[in-house]
């Protein structure tokens, strides 16, 4: 599977290089009060891909941070829960059953 795995990798780094070899010509990007920008056409979306990314993930930080603070805010009511039950951490025994006579 690994083998399989490098080839694919391999593969989609060739693809993705002859798409940069490709996409040399300069490009201009015009902002706003006139800024302008020129560059490599592939360097331009390199940009832009990567700064969606790291939107992206920023924009998903604080959902993540509230999922691990419920998860720690479950873990200690499920250990208060167990200590009020006098189980603490032990694993719950099976019933005795009487061998039939």
């Known amino acids: ?15 993705f290089f002859g798409f940069a070899l490709k996409n040399t010509q300069e490009v201009d990007l015009h902002f706003f009060l006139n800024y302008e920008l020129r560059g490599p056409l592939v360097l331009m ?7 969606g990314a790291a939107l992206g993930i920023l924009a998903l930080t604080p959902t993540v941070f509230r999922q691990r603070r419920q998860t720690s805010q479950h873990k200690n009511t499920i250990q208060a829960l167990q200590s009020a039950a006098g189980t603490g951490s032990a694993q719950p025994t099976p019933d005795a059953v009487n061998p039939a006579r």
């Open 45 to 51: 979306l390199l940009a832009f891909f990567v700064a």
């Open 1 to 15: 599977m690994k083998f399989v795995s490098t080839i694919a990798g391999f593969i989609v780094f060739v693809l």
